[in-house]
């Protein structure tokens, strides 16, 4: 059974707005999101994506949605983004819109016609066999189709029509900055898990990682801070509670200022420090943020069941 045009374009748009690198895209371009991050976007304009959907469809229609997300990467990489990725949509007036570059990249041949002038014409058989290719055949047409196509249609919105675009290349170094960044979030997260790893924890905080991680930070009977809360913040901390500059090395406490713990079990868990009235108070909310920059809660308490 044929699909309609409609279904098979909004169909396409979703596979399209997928984000290889975060939070996927609205589904809809007219979303506040959308229309926020699209410069010159407001009253008496149409958002229009450069990569037409409709032009890219068959590439997307029948793949599976891991192979959707790597045709996107290859896109990208190419200096194309599709979807409604805001750096795929230009702000063009409204009368230069559906009646302009559109009317412009159908006469071009890049964007053809809806599904009943497709069957008549023979395009839809044509297309067909792009819907019905393999994934590789799909990306070994891709350099063609932009050349020959996106390249030109850019050029008439460019050009003729005097819209500021991106070129190729600054999206495809866009790609590569996801990409850096991508890799990055990558190498700290496990020199992160190396350092929790170091004192016996995982990435998995669980009521045993709390119970060593408050074991790290007590203050001993001894008057001593444990030695194994290490690192800048944890010197940080001895020289809140001693009172003298510490570096990697343990403090004695001074006056009447241990460290309390008010746990619930399921309960959320706040980690403070008692003052005595004078000028503790201070020294109290100092250590509090010590505590939560070891801890990374940046002063928001967490809830563990």
């Known amino acids: 059974m044929d699909v309609n045009a409609d279904v098979r374009r909004d169909n396409a748009l979703i596979a399209m707005s997928a984000n290889p690198f975060g939070k996927n895209y609205p589904n ?26 409709t032009a890219y469809e068959p590439f997307f229609t029948g ?12 896109l990208h990489s190419m200096g194309v983004t ?6 795929n ?3 063009v007036r409204a ?10 990249s159908k006469n071009y041949g890049f964007e053809i016609k809806a599904d009943d002038l497709r069957a008549k014409e023979g395009a839809n058989a044509f297309l067909d066999k792009i819907r019905n290719s393999s994934y590789d055949e799909r990306v070994a047409m891709l350099p063609d ?14 050009d003729e029509m005097g819209y500021s675009i991106p070129s190729r290349q600054q999206q495809m170094d866009s790609y590569q900055a996801a990409v850096d960044n991508e890799h990055q979030n990558i190498v700290d997260q496990y020199y992160k898990n190396e350092k929790l ?4 924890m995982t990435d998995k905080f669980n009521q045993k990682n709390l119970d060593k991680l408050l074991s790290a930070v007590r203050v001993l009977e001894s008057g001593e801070v444990d030695p194994s809360f290490k690192g800048k913040a944890g010197d940080k901390v001895k020289t809140m509670l001693s009172g003298e500059t510490v570096s990697d090395s343990q403090g004695a406490v001074v006056g009447q200022k241990p460290v309390v713990f008010n746990i619930d079990k399921g309960s959320k868990v706040f980690v403070h420090t008692n003052g005595n009235g004078n000028s503790d108070g201070k020294k109290q909310a100092e250590v509090q943020r010590a505590f939560n920059e070891a801890n990374g809660t940046n002063g928001r308490p967490r809830r563990r069941g």
């Open 63 to 74: 793949l599976t949605a891991n192979e959707q997300l790597a045709l996107i990467e290859e």
């Open 197 to 200: 790893k170091a004192m016996g």
């Open 95 to 104: 009368n230069e819109h559906q009646g302009g570059i559109h009317s412009r």
């Open 82 to 87: 599709v979807g409604n990725n805001p750096e």
């Open 28 to 53: 809809s371009h007219k979303s506040p999101i959308v229309k926020r991050a699209v410069p010159g976007s407001g009253p008496g304009t149409q958002l229009h994506h450069r990569a037409i959907v």
């Open 145 to 158: 189709f932009i050349e020959y196509g996106q390249n030109e249609v850019d050029r008439i919105l460019r």
């Open 89 to 91: 949509i230009t702000a």
